[in-house]
């Protein structure tokens, strides 16, 4: 099973891909993690020992956001392999939220994508 660590607007995304796995028989689990400061470390390492791997999904910089946080905890904790899904580094976007979504690749067929990557 993978373990989804995510927060705001992309928690509805990985829930839409979360129903759309469902039905090709992939099972994951959608972890919201609400809060990066401080950063729940029980659930984090609990998620990492019930799984080979992670993928982290946020809506904005993939550096110094969620999912380098979890990275932190992975790393003095339980090391294992993540999948960090965001905003890349690079200068952000104006624009309608669903198109920005799209354009950095964060809708739930991205996210879609990332479990049948890692799933290979």
């Known amino acids: 099973m993978q373990q ?3 927060h ?6 990985s829930l839409k891909a979360k129903e759309i796995l469902e039905k090709e028989g992939i099972n994951i689990r959608v972890v919201d993690i609400h809060t990066i400061k401080p950063i729940d470390k029980e659930t984090i390492i609990k998620c990492s020992r019930e799984t080979k791997k992670l993928i982290s999904v946020e809506d904005h910089n993939i ?3 969620l999912g380098s946080a979890i990275a932190e905890v992975l790393t003095e ?5 993540l999948i960090r899904l965001g905003i890349k580094d690079t200068f952000g976007k104006s624009g309608k939220a669903e198109e920005l979504m799209e354009y950095f690749g964060i809708t739930a067929s991205n996210i879609v994508e990332a479990v049948k990557r890692c799933n290979s």
């Open 77 to 81: 904790h339980e090391p294992k392999k």
């Open 8 to 13: 705001g607007i992309t928690v509805t995304e």
């Open 4 to 6: 989804y660590l995510l």
């Open 63 to 65: 550096i110094g956001g």
